[in-house]
C-alpha cells in the first residue's frame, strides 16, 4: 500500500490532461476477449486496475503489452481455466470477466470480485440476465459457477428491476456471441456502455439503443478487431480536476473532457457561482469567487454521479451556505466524512442519512485514511487546501483509478509526494 504526502495551502494553475475513462477501459479488455483477433486500446490510463486485469488475462494465457497509453492484448489462444482470486479480489470490474467468458465458452467459474467498499454490492441483476440467456448458476461459496454449455445462449428479452452499469455490461457481453436477438429494458445509459457498445460493434457485434434505456443485440458468430479502439476521457477524473480547481485553483484548465458527460457537475458548479469557460474539448476554471451552497442528489446517468459526491465535497466547504448530498446508489458511501473531520472540516451526517458540508474557514492537516477510491479523492483536494502538511494512507485505493496522480498535481504546482510503503 502506498502513502500521499501533500503540503497543503498553496494555489494551483495550469493545464492537466485527463485520461481514459476508467469505467470503460475496466469493461472494454474483458469486452477484448470476445474477438477472434489481437485487439489494440489507445488512450488506456495507467492505474492499478488495468495492471490487474492484465495479470487475470495472463491467467488465460492471453498476453498483453501496455506502454505509452497503448493497451495491446491477443486473446487469439485464449484458455479457460482457473482464475488467480488475489487479482479478482483487487477491483470491482473483474466481474466482467462472467459475461465475456461466458460469451466465449458458454462456462465460466470465478469468485466474487472486490473494488469499492462502499456499502452492499449485489449482483442479483448480472445473475438475472445470464439465468435469462439460458445459463444455470451456482454459488460455491466465495465461487460462483455460471454454465450454459448443455444449449448455449439463446436470445431472449430482459427487464432489469434495477439499473445497473454492471449488469447492463455483463448482459451486453453474454449476449453479443448468443444465437439470436435479445432485447435488454431498463437499462443504465452511462457514456462508458456507449464506449463499450462502440467497441463491440467496430469488432463486427450487432448492437443498438446504447445511450438509451433500451438496448438490442443481434448474436453473431465471431469478433475481429480492424482498428485501434480510443476509450472516451475520464468524466469522474474530470470532474475531480474541476473540484480542485474550483477549490484552490488561479486558472486551471481542463483539456481532454466531453462537456455533454459532465453536464451534472458543471451545472452544479454554475448554481454555486463557480466561473467556468466550457470549450469543446476543455474547460477552464477561473479563479475562485464567493460560491453558494447546494443540493445534490445522486442518480444514474445523466444525474449526477455517486462518484462525483466525494470529490465535490472538500470545494462544498468553501461555499457560504450549508450543502447538502444524498446518494440515492450508495447510501452508505461516507468513507470521507470521519476523515475530512480530523481536518477540522465542519461536516456530519443527518438523522435523514444525507451529508451535511458547513461553511468552513480552514482545513489543517491530518493524518487520514483512503478508504476507497472516491473518499480518497476527497481526500487530495482537502489536503491540497489545507495548512501543513497531510499524510493519507491506503492511496492504492486512489491509484485503482487515478491516472498519474501524483505527476498531473505536480504539473499544477502541488507539492505532494508518493511514498510506495513495501506490503
Ligand atoms: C467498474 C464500474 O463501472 N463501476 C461503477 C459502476 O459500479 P456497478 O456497476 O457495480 O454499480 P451499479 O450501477 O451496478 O449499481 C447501482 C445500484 O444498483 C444496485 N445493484 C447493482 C447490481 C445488481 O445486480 N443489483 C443491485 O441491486 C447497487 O447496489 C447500486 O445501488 O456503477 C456505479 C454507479 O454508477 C459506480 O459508482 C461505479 O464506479
Ligand atoms: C466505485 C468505483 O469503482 P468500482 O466500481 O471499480 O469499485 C468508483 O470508480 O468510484
Redesign the pocket.
Known amino acids: 500500500m502506498s502513502t500521499m504526502k501533500i503540503q497543503g495551502g498553496r494555489r494551483l494553475h495550469g493545464d492537466v490532461t485527463i485520461g481514459g475513462a476508467k ?1 470503460s477501459i ?2 472494454l479488455i474483458p469486452a477484448a476477449i470476445l474477438s477472434d483477433t489481437p485487439v489494440k486500446f489507445d488512450m488506456v490510463p495507467d492505474i492499478l486496475d488495468v495492471h490487474n486485469l492484465m495479470l487475470i488475462l495472463k491467467a488465460m494465457n492471453v498476453p498483453s503489452a501496455f506502454a505509452d497509453g497503448v493497451l495491446k492484448l491477443d486473446p487469439t489462444k485464449i484458455k479457460s481455466g482457473r482464475l488467480p482470486s488475489r487479482a479478482i479480489k483487487k477491483l ?2 473483474s466481474y466482467y470477466f462472467m459475461g465475456a467468458l461466458l460469451g466465449r465458452f458458454h462456462r465460466v467459474e470465478i469468485n466474487f470480485p472486490g ?1 469499492d467498499n462502499i456499502g ?7 445473475i438475472r440476465a445470464f439465468t435469462a440467456l439460458g445459463a444455470t448458476v451456482r454459488e460455491h461459496g466465495d465461487q460462483i459457477v455460471i454454465d450454459a454449455t448443455d444449449h448455449g445462449l439463446l436470445g431472449t428479452e430482459i427487464e432489469f428491476e ?6 447492463t455490461i455483463n448482459a451486453i457481453l453474454a449476449a453479443t456471441r448468443a444465437t439470436g436477438t435479445t432485447i435488454i429494458r431498463n437499462v ?1 445509459r ?1 457514456p ?1 456502455i456507449v464506449d463499450i457498445v462502440s467497441f463491440l460493434n467496430e469488432l463486427g457485434a450487432r448492437i443498438s439503443g446504447a445511450g438509451t434505456n433500451e438496448i438490442r443485440i443481434e448474436g453473431v458468430a465471431q469478433l475481429a478487431a480492424h482498428q485501434t479502439h480510443m476509450v472516451i476521457p475520464d468524466r469522474i477524473e474530470a470532474g475531480t480536476y474541476l473540484a480542485l480547481a474550483a477549490a484552490i485553483g488561479d486558472g486551471v484548465q481542463i483539456n481532454n473532457v466531453i462537456p455533454q458527460h459532465l453536464q451534472a457537475f458543471t451545472d452544479k458548479l454554475n448554481e454555486m457561482n463557480v466561473a467556468l469557460e466550457i470549450g469543446s474539448d476543455s474547460i477552464m476554471v477561473h479563479p475562485h469567487r464567493q460560491l453558494h451552497g447546494v443540493h445534490i442528489k445522486t442518480a ?1 446517468f445523466p444525474n449526477f ?3 462525483w459526491q466525494q470529490p465535490i465535497t472538500p470545494l462544498l466547504l468553501r461555499a457560504q451556505e450549508p450543502s447538502l448530498i444524498e446518494d440515492t ?2 447510501p452508505q458511501r461516507k468513507k470521507h466524512v470521519s476523515e475530512l473531520q480530523k481536518m477540522g472540516a465542519q461536516i456530519s451526517i443527518t438523522p435523514e442519512n444525507q451529508i451535511k458540508i458547513n461553511p468552513t474557514a480552514a482545513l489543517h492537516g491530518a493524518t487520514v485514511s483512503a478508504g476507497e477510491i472516491r473518499a480518497g479523492a476527497s481526500l487530495v483536494i482537502a489536503g491540497l487546501m489545507a495548512d501543513g502538511e497531510t499524510t493519507i494512507t491506503n492511496t492504492d485505493n486512489i491509484l485503482r483509478g487515478y491516472d498519474n496522480l501524483a505527476q498531473k498535481l505536480t504539473n499544477l504546482h502541488a507539492r505532494v509526494q508518493m511514498i510506495n510503503d513495501l506490503d
Open positions: 469505467n475496466v469493461a470491482r470490474a473494488g452492499p454490492r449485489p449482483i442479483d441483476q448480472h434495477k439499473i445497473s452499469v454492471g449488469a443504465a452511462e462508458e444514474p454521479a455517486t462518484d446508489i450508495y
